[in-house]
């Protein structure tokens, strides 16, 4: 079973594909539409209002998704297809490197915080058994009086 939202998105995206040309809609394979077909959300009512763009009306964002992808892999020239992919791929890097700085910048966070607890640790550890001076001669002249 599809999720309620790609069903609805597929719903979407059969009543937008009634209004591009035939010429278009041939170069999407039978087996694409065949899926939209088989999964979309029957319930759901959508209608398409050529005079707006998608972003004017209520598409949801997997059903542009769907479009955009669409135009890339069937109606999209050569040259079209090529700045797409290069765009994907530019995005593709800079969430990787956005990732890879939130990651280290957590890690250098869960490594000051544990230094911290170490510091902390060891300086209460240095406090507890670390004695003055001054008690140290006390309880060496105790241990005297005790002796006798």
């Known amino acids: 079973m599809v999720e ?6 597929y719903t979407e995206v059969l009543e ?14 039978s087996e694409k539409i065949e899926l939209f077909k088989a999964n979309c959300n029957k319930n759901y009512t959508f ?8 972003n004017e009306q209520n598409v949801s964002k997997k059903a542009k998704v769907i479009i955009a992808i669409l135009f890339r ?6 040259t079209q297809r090529k700045k797409i992919k290069a765009k994907e791929e530019y995005d593709k ?23 911290n ?3 902390t640790i060891n300086h209460t550890e240095m406090m507890i058994y670390k004695e003055s001076f ?6 060496h002249i105790l241990k005297w009086f005790k002796l006798k």
């Open 4 to 9: 309620l939202e790609y069903a609805n998105a």
């Open 16 to 29: 937008i594909l009634k209004y591009i040309s035939q010429e278009d809609y041939n170069k999407i394979p």
């Open 47 to 54: 209608h398409y209002d050529i005079t707006k763009t998608l």
């Open 73 to 78: 892999d069937y109606w999209a020239t050569e």
């Open 93 to 115: 890097q800079i969430k990787e490197k956005e990732t890879k700085a939130k990651h280290n910048e957590n890690a250098v966070s869960a490594k000051k915080l544990n230094e």
């Open 117 to 119: 607890k170490d510091d």
């Open 134 to 139: 001054i008690k140290k001669i006390i309880n």
